[in-house]
């Protein structure tokens, strides 16, 4: 049996697993890669609760061979999460073991946040069923 997107042969009733998911989701692990993701789905473990509600991260850069996450931050907390920018690093690269995140980049953003925030945490129960 064929896969018609690949044109690659399967055993019946087994399919490549890029074949099951979404085509966004594809983009987000091919762009941002394993790190990324680990990262969106385990961020609630990683930061704690109390920083969770206003803390999500956006993406991962490369420049110069280190990663630099961007996260959006809540702007009330703003100040609070500047001065804990060293400690989310140590979190994160704890939790995955090894280092995986270099910087940090904080962006402040208003009311919108708790929309973006939804997607985020609905995309990460997605992946995770």
Do not use: T
């Given at each position: 049996?064929?896969?018609?997107?690949?044109n690659?042969?399967?055993?019946?009733?087994?399919?490549?697993?890029?074949?099951?998911?979404?085509?966004?989701?594809?983009?987000?692990?091919?762009?941002?890669?394993?790190?990324?993701?680990?990262?969106?789905?385990?961020?609630?473990?990683?930061?704690?609760?109390?920083?969770?509600?206003?803390?999500?991260?956006?993406?991962?850069?490369?420049?110069?061979?280190?990663?630099?996450?961007?996260?959006?931050?809540?702007?009330?907390?703003?100040?609070?999460?500047?001065?804990?920018?060293?400690?989310?690093?140590?979190?994160?690269?704890?939790?995955?073991?090894?280092?995986?995140?270099h910087?940090?980049?904080?962006?402040?953003?208003?009311?919108?946040?708790?929309?973006?925030?939804?997607?985020?945490?609905?995309?990460?129960?997605?992946?995770?069923?």
């Amino acid at each position: 049996m064929l896969d018609k997107s690949s044109n690659k042969a399967f055993a019946q009733g087994l399919r490549p697993l890029q074949s099951l998911l979404s085509e966004n989701v594809k983009k987000i692990l091919k762009k941002d890669g394993f790190v990324y993701f680990e990262i969106i789905k385990n961020w609630k473990n990683i930061v704690g609760e109390k920083m969770f509600k206003d803390v999500s991260p956006v993406k991962i850069k490369k420049i110069n061979n280190e990663n630099i996450l961007s996260i959006n931050v809540n702007k009330n907390v703003m100040i609070e999460i500047e001065y804990s920018r060293d400690q989310i690093i140590e979190k994160i690269n704890g939790y995955l073991g090894f280092n995986a995140i270099h910087k940090i980049q904080i962006n402040s953003i208003d009311e919108s946040f708790k929309i973006k925030k939804k997607f985020i945490v609905k995309f990460a129960l997605v992946i995770e069923s």
